[in-house]
C-alpha cells in the first residue's frame, strides 16, 4: 500500500497533475487527494488550477464538469465506468422534452447530470448552494428543477416555491431506512440525525439538521453534541472522523441490506491501483463533445458566481 501510494504521488509531481477527491471515496483516496470536498468544491478547485493534468477521484459527471470549466487539460478519471443513478435518472433528450412541454420556466439542474442536460440548462446548483441560489429568482418565477425531486421538494418546502419537479432520485439518500433510524435514536437518545436533501422527505422531518455534504461537516465540527447519526454516503464518515477524533458518527442503514452503513458502488469503484495506472497511462481522460460544452458551460460558470 505505502508503495503505491509514493508511486502515485511521483507520478504527479512528473506529471504536473492534481488529485480531486469527493468525500464519498474510498478513505485511501481521500487521504492521498489534494484536494477533497463536495461537488461545488471540486468544480471550484478544478476552475482555478494551474495543474497540467486533472484526476477526478469520484464519479463521471465530475469529470465531465471539470473538462468543461478546463478545455485545455488533460482531466482523467480512474474508473470511467463510475457514473450516478441520479444523473442516468434524467436522460438528456427525456428532459429535453419535458422543457418544450413547459415553455416560459427557468431550467435549474442539479450539478449531477449529464454535461448534456447541463447544456439545456439556465443555471446548475449543488445541495450546498441550491438554496441560495433558487431564492436569488422572484418569487413567482416559474422553475423546472431537476433531476432530484427530493431535493427540490425541499428546496420548495423551505423558499415557498413551487418549481416543476423531475421524477428523479439517488440511489443512495433513496434507501434509508426510517425504521431504523429510528432504532438507532433509541440506542443514542442524544444523538443528533444530519441528514442530506437528497433523502426522503419523511427522513429530512426526522432530521436535526439537513444540509450538503460539506455543510453536515462543518455543523458536526462545531457542534456541541458528541453523537450523530448521519444520513448520506457513508464515506463522508471518514473526514468527519478526522475532523471530530473525540466524536462518534453512526452511518444511518439503508431498508435493503443488513449492512450497517450505505455506500455508492459507483463511488468506491475507483481503487488506488485505478488511480495509478491512471496517472501512468493518463486514461481514460474524459471528453466531452465541443458543442455540448460551450453550451453546459454557461451554467456553470453562472452557478460559480452565484456561489460567492
Known sequence: MNNIVEEIKKLK???????????YQRPEIQEISDFIGDS??????????????IVMCGVNFMGETAKILCPDKKVLIPDIEAGCSLADSCPADSF?????????????????????????????VTSTNARKIVESFP?????????DRNLGAYINSVTGKNMLLWEGACHVHERFSVEKIIELKKQYPNALILAH????GALLKLADYVGSTAALLKFAINSNCNTFIVATESGILHEM????????????????????CNECNFMRMNTLEKLYNCLLNETPEVHV???????????????LELSK
Open 96 to 124: 429535453s422534452k419535458f422543457i418544450k412541454e413547459h415553455p416560459g420556466h427557468t431550467v435549474i439542474s442539479y450539478v449531477n447530470t449529464s454535461a448534456a442536460v447541463k447544456a439545456v440548462t439556465d443555471v446548475v
Open 139 to 147: 418569487q413567482d418565477e416559474k422553475i423546472i428543477f431537476g433531476p
Open 40 to 53: 461545488l468544491a471540486l468544480a471550484q478547485w478544478a476552475a482555478e488550477t494551474t495543474a497540467d493534468v
Open 289 to 303: 463533445d465541443s458543442e455540448i460544452a460551450k453550451r453546459a458551460i454557461k451554467p456553470i460558470l453562472r452557478m
Open 197 to 200: 436533501p437528497e433523502c426522503k
Open 241 to 260: 472522523q478526522k475532523k471530530c477524533p473525540n466524536k462518534t458518527f453512526i452511518a444511518a442503514p439503508p431498508s435493503d441490506s443488513t449492512c450497517a
Open 13 to 23: 509531481y512528473e506529471k504536473n497533475a492534481i488529485i480531486l477527491g469527493h468525500y
